[in-house]
């Protein structure tokens, strides 16, 4: 499976600020998503960074909040902005090589913490 | 009606036993099912895929799928310490993936 990486690893932000997220895949990818995983709960879909055109978001999840950009087959950032306490939480990458089989493969993840 | 579900656990099993992880869905028409185990403080990793009826195996671990019933299970056998982790299931129709909450399972020695 494809090598994923994510920066920064963990933040720690101040109400009101924005931090964009990184995400490097080591091959080119179809699919690439971004979720987040709060305190002790699972996974919700934020949305799907489609290459070349706007992201598709999930219902409760809006481009003003969490804009997205994915240039490249390799690349996508997520930007959570004008954070609040609730935002706090992790945010995940995955990514899915092959639609046809449609396994999704996760970065590592980013910590976030909103003060 | 959650689209996932899973029972949350704690599961605790002793060391070589079979742990038995069931997950039931509500979408009718999806297709692809996985199940990821998921360390604490680490992301999802999947170990295993299934897309038809009927059961998978990959070493210790056999995944069952019934499409009629709604119902994905995952069995590990010989279970170790290591294998305590949470277990997600997920479900997958048209790239439209959703997670069940996981299931915390612990193997004592």
């Known amino acids: 499976s494809a090598v994923i990486s994510q920066k920064p690893s963990r933040d720690i932000c101040q109400r009101g600020t924005s931090l964009t997220i990184q995400c490097q895949v080591d091959s080119q990818v179809t699919m690439m998503f971004w979720y987040r995983q709060q305190p002790g709960q699972s996974l919700t879909l934020i949305a799907t960074?489609?290459?070349?055109?706007?992201?598709?978001?999930e219902s409760g999840f809006v481009i003003d909040k969490f804009p997205i950009s994915r240039p490249n087959l390799t690349f996508s950032t997520l930007t959570v902005s004008n954070m609040s306490p609730e935002d706090s939480s992790i945010y995940l990458c995955?990514?899915?090589?092959?639609?046809?089989?449609?396994?999704?493969?996760f970065g590592p993840g980013t910590r976030l913490t909103v003060l | 009606q959650k689209e996932v579900e899973q029972n949350s656990g704690p599961l605790s099993v002793p060391e070589g036993a079979i742990a038995s992880l069931n997950c039931t869905y509500s979408?009718?028409?999806?297709?692809?099912f996985f199940w990821y185990r998921q360390y604490s403080g680490k992301s999802p990793e999947l170990i295993m895929s299934i897309y038809s009826n009927g059961d998978k195996e990959d070493g210790r671990f056999t995944a069952q799928l019934n499409k009629a019933s709604q119902y994905v299970s995952l069995l590990i056998r010989d279970s170790q310490p290591s294998d305590s982790a949470t277990y997600l299931c997920?479900?997958?129709?048209?790239?439209?993936?959703?997670f069940g909450a996981g299931t915390r399972l612990t193997v004592k020695p």
């Open positions: 979408d009718r028409v999806s297709q692809s």
């Open positions: 960074a489609n290459q070349g055109s706007e992201a598709t978001y």
């Open positions: 995955s990514v899915d090589q092959d639609s046809s089989y449609n396994e999704q493969f």
């Open positions: 997920a479900v997958n129709h048209s790239n439209d993936m959703r």
